[in-house]
């Protein structure tokens, strides 16, 4: 296990941050238009996200590169500015952070789906390698692959990464099945935590899909299934459309009234995905470190 990893696991819980694609949203960025772009026009917004997670009581925050990879930057006609997107990402969080908390960086899955035989494995690995080299080339601390269904995507992500050197957190979301607790491929939280330990993750964890009850299972299922630390984020509840607009219902105290259970399932590292804001955060902050 990387050594950061097991510096920050053995003071866990260990807070992260929570949305930002919904943050950026109430900022002004368009449903449908690609966040990761604002890091070049807009990146004043972006920094006013991650910093406001800093001041909420987040240890480690992400960049704005969840859909930094040339796959998903083509279809907002950016895939020739990979390395540039990904390298403000880094400066963004890292300025926001100023030394108060880790930087990781967010790195999603590609939208391809290999089934299809459309596109070849390496072709993705390729790409995951090109938005890698930027985030490390950038002075990141990690990097957490999130959102991930694919056990063979994810994989690719996390051969791609290795060269790098730097920690990696491997997180998957099991929203699918009769109990909402497979991948849309059909993974178990078993088979997923078997398989990422196998391939080196050295944090693993699960991320969006659905509230946080649901994850206190998938967090101790996880937990049996692997001696490595577990990274948790939860939506705030199920995201339902409103005149257009997604809104989830929870609330940040019915959150992080929640969390306890998450640590005491295994959980390491909380924070929160979809539809969770800085108050979440704080909530969380206020529930575990009082
Ligand atoms: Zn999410």
Redesign the pocket.
Known sequence: MHGLIRELAAKAPVITDG?WGTQLQARGLEVGACPDAWNLSHPGRVEEVARAYVEAGSQVILTNTFGANRFVLARCDLADRVAEINRSGVEISRRAADGRARVFASIGPTGILLAMGEHRPEDLRAAFAEQIRALAAAGVDALVLE?FSDPAEILLALEAAKPSGLPLVACMTFDSGKGHNRTLMGTTPEQAAEQLTAAGADAIGS??GRGIEGFVAITRRLHAATDRPLWIKP?AGLPEVIGGQTVYGQTAQQFAAVVPALVEAGASFVGG??GTTPEFIAAIAKTLKP
């Open positions: 949305a959102s991320n969006c939506n995905c979809c």
